[in-house]
């Protein structure tokens, strides 16, 4: 179970930075982007995770990332059933979790400010650095812990995509329904109330931060 | 000499001193201002220098205290003003936020600040910014009259201290009489000197009704000169440019009076008699070519036989002589 709890950590972990340093450019786009029939386009594709059964996309994501697919080909022996593959899988699986709170906090932002910002001199980094990043911080945590708590929880891509292979790309959520296909109830307890608490946990701290936040700011 | 052209307007002003913009609301004052910090058509220029406006918005010198008051958001006063500072190499900005008694607040959060508060922060920003001229919109709006006045005499200071140039938006004013060199009226797209702006305004608002009197120097002993004459006036700020002698303090009498505490007697001709109530008039007086006004009752007024033309005596002590 241990090499389980690993990968699985890992497997969100490394899917959640991906998908900030990539969420973060595309939600700028969706928020503030001047085409807007490409953005309605666009914003449908990053929601489609939302409504599309996992299977079906763990079935084109297969199909793309076996050794003679679109994207696996570029590899030696594919990229399906590897750790690789699952991070592709989930980074597609939970752009919208980190996508969307994004592009709604960059939507809301005072158009009056950015343009204040740029007449004070700031290039476009340091308008990120002074004015976009302190102003949508609430967002980056609620993207991340999102995106984060979204990868623990994947299934049907990552059986899909990732097989059940023990230490490689075997995560909770698979070991899970192996003990219980196998009726090793006691250890699926433990998983399942561990991932039960684990995210009920993270929600409980997410909503503390915030009204701790918001709290501060008034009474400072 | 700055120039501005705009949709047809055109505007010029000397370098180092103060255009006021007055007009209603919904005129496209605040409109003008954005268009100078972002937009990109249209004329600013300063001598012979490079049009602003052909330059991006980062690198037009401008200091823009915005009507929102908008600052840096979830970050300490302080770390936004030391940013600035560093960007702008301008290190003395703690003397100015001294000035503008904006120092006890510098570890607050931008988001706490009162909106008072937030005015007197942007304007400390657009200071530290300002390279060319001054853009202020409404910048003591949420200010009371003391504090605002204050505020302004602060920035018009430090504006001369750096020879800054400045466009103020204001339905105030006072505000505008208070710094403004120059006042343009949108709504009747005219351009006049503040005396014939100030004059218009009296005839329009009498119960505000106050003379406004350029000084030849600094007030020097209890004294400044005004149109070449001495006048005893109490304390004043050293960068007085202006005295203000509101309508109310000034006092008529048909002959010459004798010694009294009252410091100045000046002698003066009625040029207009109007009546703003039942127990309210207003007297223009003109004292070699200064307007001066006198508040009184209308049965004063028949006491002493004022009318159009008479020599009389206008009286006014040395505290209502105050900065403007």
């Given at each position: 179970?241990?090499?389980?709890?690993?990968?699985?950590?890992?497997?969100?972990?490394?899917?959640?930075?991906?998908?900030?340093?990539?969420?973060?450019?595309?939600?700028?786009?969706?928020?503030?982007?001047?085409?807007?029939?490409?953005?309605?386009?666009?914003?449908?594709?990053?929601?489609?995770?939302?409504?599309?059964?996992?299977?079906?996309?763990?079935?084109?994501?297969?199909?793309?990332?076996?050794?003679?697919?679109?994207?696996?080909?570029?590899?030696?022996s594919?990229?399906?059933?590897?750790?690789?593959?699952?991070?592709?899988?989930?980074?597609?699986?939970?752009?919208?979790?980190?996508?969307?709170?994004?592009?709604?906090?960059?939507?809301?932002?005072?158009?009056?400010l950015?343009?204040?910002?740029?007449?004070?001199?700031?290039?476009?980094?340091?308008?990120?650095?002074?004015?976009?990043?302190?102003?949508?911080c609430?967002?980056?945590?609620?993207?991340?812990?999102l995106?984060?708590?979204?990868?623990?929880?994947?299934?049907?891509?990552?059986?899909?995509?990732?097989?059940?292979?023990?230490?490689?790309?075997?995560?909770l959520?698979?070991?899970?329904?192996?003990?219980?296909?196998t009726?090793?109830?006691?250890?699926a307890?433990?998983?399942?109330?561990?991932?039960?608490?684990?995210?009920?946990?993270?929600?409980?701290?997410?909503?503390?931060?915030?009204?701790?936040?918001?709290?501060?700011?008034?009474?400072? | 000499?700055?120039?501005?052209?705009?949709?047809?307007?055109?505007?010029?002003?000397?370098?180092?001193?103060?255009?006021?913009?007055?007009?209603?609301s919904?005129?496209?004052?605040?409109?003008?201002?954005?268009?100078?910090?972002?937009?990109?058509?249209?004329?600013?220029?300063?001598?012979?220098?490079?049009?602003?406006?052909?330059?991006?918005?980062h690198?037009?010198?401008?200091?823009?205290?915005?009507?929102?008051?908008?600052?840096?958001?979830?970050?300490?006063?302080?770390?936004?003003?030391?940013?600035l500072?560093?960007?702008?190499?301008?290190?003395?900005?703690?003397?100015?936020?001294?000035e503008?008694?904006?120092?006890?607040?510098?570890?607050?959060?931008?988001?706490?600040l009162?909106?008072?508060?937030?005015?007197?922060?942007?304007?400390?920003?657009?200071?530290?910014?300002?390279?060319?001229?001054?853009?202020?919109?409404?910048?003591?709006?949420?200010?009371?009259?003391?504090?605002?006045?204050?505020?302004?005499?602060?920035?018009?200071?430090?504006?001369?201290?750096?020879?800054?140039?400045?466009?103020?938006?204001?339905?105030?004013?006072?505000?505008?009489a208070?710094t403004?060199?120059?006042?343009?009226?949108?709504?009747?797209?005219?351009?006049?000197?503040?005396?014939?702006?100030?004059?218009?305004?009296?005839?329009?608002?009498?119960?505000?009704?106050?003379?406004?009197?350029?000084?030849?120097?600094?007030?020097?002993?209890?004294?400044?000169?005004?149109n070449?004459q001495?006048?005893?006036?109490?304390?004043?700020?050293?960068?007085?440019?202006?005295?203000?002698?509101?309508?109310?303090?000034?006092?008529i009498?048909?002959?010459?009076?004798g010694?009294?505490?009252?410091?100045?007697?000046?002698?003066?001709?009625v040029?207009?008699?109007s009546?703003?109530?039942?127990?309210?008039?207003?007297?223009?007086?003109?004292?070699?070519?200064y307007?001066?006004?006198?508040?009184?009752?209308?049965?004063?007024?028949?006491?002493?036989g004022?009318?159009?033309?008479?020599?009389?005596?206008?009286?006014?002590?040395?505290?209502?002589?105050?900065?403007?």
């Amino acid at each position: 179970m241990n090499a389980a709890i690993w990968i699985t950590c890992k497997l969100a972990l490394v899917t959640t930075l991906v998908l900030l340093v990539l969420g973060t450019p595309l939600a700028w786009w969706l928020a503030q982007g001047r085409s807007r029939f490409l953005r309605t386009l666009v914003e449908a594709a990053v929601a489609l995770p939302l409504i599309l059964p996992p299977t079906v996309l763990g079935f084109y994501l297969l199909l793309l990332l076996a050794p003679d697919g679109a994207i696996g080909q570029f590899s030696q022996s594919g990229l399906a059933f590897s750790f690789m593959g699952l991070v592709i899988g989930s980074v597609i699986y939970s752009l919208p979790f980190v996508v969307q709170p994004l592009a709604a906090s960059f939507s809301q932002l005072d158009t009056r400010l950015l343009q204040l910002g740029r007449s004070q001199g700031l290039n476009p980094w340091q308008l990120l650095r002074h004015i976009v990043l302190p102003a949508t911080c609430h967002a980056f945590v609620m993207a991340a812990a999102l995106g984060f708590a979204h990868t623990v929880g994947e299934f049907g891509v990552v059986l899909m995509i990732g097989g059940n292979i023990p230490g490689e790309t075997q995560v909770l959520s698979i070991l899970l329904f192996d003990e219980v296909e196998t009726l090793n109830f006691a250890q699926a307890h433990r998983i399942a109330g561990g991932l039960l608490a684990a995210s009920f946990a993270l929600l409980v701290v997410l909503y503390s931060w915030q009204k701790k936040r918001g709290h501060t700011r008034v009474a400072t | 000499m700055w120039q501005l052209e705009l949709d047809g307007q055109h505007w010029r002003w000397p370098q180092g001193q103060w255009l006021g913009i007055s007009g209603p609301s919904g005129c496209g004052k605040t409109q003008l201002l954005t268009h100078m910090a972002c937009g990109t058509k249209g004329l600013l220029q300063r001598g012979a220098q490079t049009n602003l406006l052909t330059l991006p918005s980062h690198k037009r010198g401008l200091g823009w205290a915005a009507q929102s008051a908008a600052l840096w958001p979830n970050q300490r006063v302080h770390t936004m003003l030391n940013a600035l500072a560093a960007l702008h190499q301008a290190n003395h900005w703690q003397r100015d936020a001294h000035e503008l008694g904006i120092t006890p607040l510098l570890q607050q959060y931008t988001d706490t600040l009162s909106g008072g508060e937030r005015q007197r922060v942007a304007l400390l920003a657009a200071v530290i910014c300002a390279k060319n001229l001054l853009l202020l919109d409404e910048p003591v709006s949420a200010l009371d009259a003391n504090a605002a006045h204050h505020v302004l005499n602060a920035i018009r200071h430090i504006a001369a201290q750096r020879e800054l140039s400045a466009i103020l938006v204001s339905h105030q004013w006072q505000d505008l009489a208070a710094t403004c060199h120059w006042v343009y009226h949108w709504q009747s797209n005219s351009f006049s000197t503040l005396a014939d702006a100030h004059r218009a305004h009296v005839l329009n608002h009498p119960s505000n009704a106050c003379a406004l009197w350029p000084l030849d120097g600094p007030s020097l002993n209890g004294q400044v000169l005004v149109n070449g004459q001495p006048l005893d006036c109490g304390p004043l700020a050293p960068n007085t440019l202006r005295v203000r002698i509101d309508a109310h303090e000034v006092s008529i009498a048909h002959q010459q009076p004798g010694p009294s505490s009252i410091a100045n007697t000046l002698s003066v001709t009625v040029t207009g008699l109007s009546h703003i109530s039942d127990t309210s008039l207003i007297a223009t007086l003109d004292w070699h070519g200064y307007q001066l006004y006198a508040l009184i009752t209308p049965k004063a007024a028949t006491t002493l036989g004022l009318a159009k033309g008479l020599c009389v005596y206008a009286q006014f002590k040395a505290h209502a002589v105050n900065s403007a």
